[in-house]
C-alpha cells in the first residue's frame, strides 16, 4: 500500500470556523490532489499539486485553499467552514511520467468532516 | 471538459455469477487511460484495473476484465465468479496527462451488492 496519511480522521467543527485537514506521504510522489465525496457525485477534484508550491484549481475549488511546502505534505484549508462543505475528504498521489504505473492514484484513508 | 457517466447507480449479482458494470465518456483528448476503482464499506479506494487507450487488447486482472471500445467511448469493467468481498462503490475514472496536469475526472459511481 501506497504510504499515504490523513489527518484528522473524523472532525467536527461549527460553522465559521477555520478547519485544516492534512495530507501526508512517504512516497515522494509528484502530485497531489485533494477530492471530496459526495451522495450521487462521486469525488469531485478540489485542489491539485504538480509540485512543491505549484497548485491549481479543481472543479469545486470555492471556499477552498491548499498550500504545498514540502513534497510530503498538502495542506487543505476550509477558511470558514460552512454546512455544505460537510464530506468526505480523499487525499490521492500519483508519480508522473517517467515512473512505474505514472498515471494511477492511491489513495489516502479520508476524513469525515462535519460542519455544524 | 471530459465527462464520465456510469448509468446505473445501483446493481446486484448473486455470488457466483458474472456481472457487468457500464461507464461511457466523453473527451477529445487521443491519449488518455482509463480506471475502475473500487470503495468497499471500509471507505478506501483501491484500483481494480487500468487501461491504456492506446492498447487494443483488452486489460484484465484475475476475475476483473474490462471491454475497451474506443469509438463507442466504452469501459465496461466484467467482474466473474462474484464474491462476496466484491460487495462495493465502484468508480469509472478518466485521465488525459496532456498538459502535464494529470486530472482525473470519477464517474458517479454504481453500488455493487453480491447476494449469497
Known amino acids: 500500500d501506497a504510504g499515504i496519511t490523513q489527518s484528522p480522521r473524523h472532525k467536527v467543527t461549527e460553522t465559521g470556523t477555520p478547519v485544516t485537514l492534512r495530507c501526508h506521504q512517504t512516497?515522494?510522489?509528484?502530485?497531489m490532489y485533494w477530492y471530496r465525496q459526495d451522495p450521487g457525485h462521486g469525488l469531485r477534484l478540489i485542489h491539485y499539486?504538480?509540485?512543491?508550491?505549484?497548485?491549481d484549481k479543481g472543479e469545486v475549488s470555492d471556499g477552498y485553499s491548499v498550500s504545498r511546502s514540502k513534497t510530503e505534505d498538502f495542506l487543505l484549508t476550509l477558511e470558514s467552514a460552512t454546512s455544505s462543505q460537510t464530506s468526505v475528504y480523499f487525499c490521492?498521489?500519483?508519480?508522473?511520467?517517467?515512473?512505474?504505473?505514472?498515471?494511477?492514484?492511491?489513495f489516502g484513508p479520508g476524513t469525515r468532516l462535519t460542519v455544524t | 471538459a471530459q465527462t464520465v457517466t456510469q448509468s446505473q447507480p445501483e446493481m446486484s449479482v448473486q455470488e457466483a455469477e458474472t456481472v457487468t458494470l457500464s461507464c461511457t465518456y466523453d473527451?477529445?483528448?487521443?491519449?488518455?487511460?482509463l480506471f475502475w476503482y473500487k470503495q468497499p464499506p471500509s471507505r478506501q479506494m483501491i484500483l481494480v484495473i487500468r487501461?491504456?487507450?492506446?492498447?487494443?487488447q483488452n486489460a484484465t486482472e484475475n476475475r476483473f476484465s474490462v471491454n475497451f471500445q474506443k469509438a463507442a467511448k466504452s469501459f465496461s469493467l466484467k467482474i466473474s465468479d462474484s464474491q462476496l468481498g466484491d460487495t462495493a462503490m465502484y468508480f469509472c475514472?478518466?485521465?488525459?496527462?496532456?498538459?502535464?496536469?494529470?486530472?482525473?475526472?470519477f464517474g458517479t459511481g454504481t453500488k455493487l451488492q453480491v447476494i449469497p
Open positions: 490521492a498521489i500519483s508519480s508522473g511520467a517517467g515512473f512505474q504505473n505514472p498515471y494511477e492514484q492511491y
Open positions: 512516497e515522494n510522489h509528484r502530485y
Open positions: 499539486s504538480y509540485g512543491v508550491k505549484d497548485t
Open positions: 473527451t477529445s483528448e487521443n491519449n488518455y487511460y
Open positions: 487501461q491504456e487507450a492506446y492498447k487494443q
Open positions: 475514472a478518466f485521465m488525459s496527462p496532456s498538459g502535464g496536469y494529470q486530472k482525473v475526472t
